[in-house]
Nanobody
Framework: QVRFVESGGGLVQPGGSLRLSCTIPRIITSTFNQYLMGWYRQAPGLEREMVATVTSGHSTNYADSVKGRFTISRDNSRKTVLLRMNNLKPEDTAVYYC?????????WGQGTQVTVSS
């Protein structure tokens, strides 16, 4: 069982910024380093979609819809992954989920709501 601690969601106006944080406190660093970490999101009535992922070596991948606006990063020593979101748009409104992929299965956080509205 992988337990996540997520924070940083909330309500923001269009054009604003938020930072999401996700930590997996109860694993050892070497295990965290094996995970492909990521953020996914799910809007009402839609399927969950990948937002961004980052490898232990800090290689990143982004959905086209967030390129140039979102930045994912990880601190392996703190077992933490961050998602910095700038120039937020109403279509970014969703529940955002932290994920950890160990090569055979994906573990999910509980999700944090991000709402972009004026």
């Amino acid at each position: 069982q992988v337990r996540f601690v997520e924070s940083g969601g909330g309500l923001v106006q269009p054009g604003g910024s938020l930072r999401l944080s996700c930590t997996i406190p109860r694993i050892i660093t070497s295990t965290f380093n094996q995970y492909l970490m990521g953020w996914y999101r799910q809007a009402p009535g839609l399927e969950r979609e990948m937002v961004a992922t980052v490898t232990s070596g800090h290689s990143t991948n982004y959905a086209d819809s967030v390129k140039g606006r979102f930045t994912i990063s990880r601190d392996n020593s703190r077992k933490t992954v961050l998602l910095r979101m700038n120039n937020l748009k109403p279509e970014d409104t969703a529940v955002y989920y932290c994920s950890a992929h160990d090569g055979s299965q994906i573990y999910w956080g509980q999700g944090t709501q991000v709402t972009v509205s004026s």
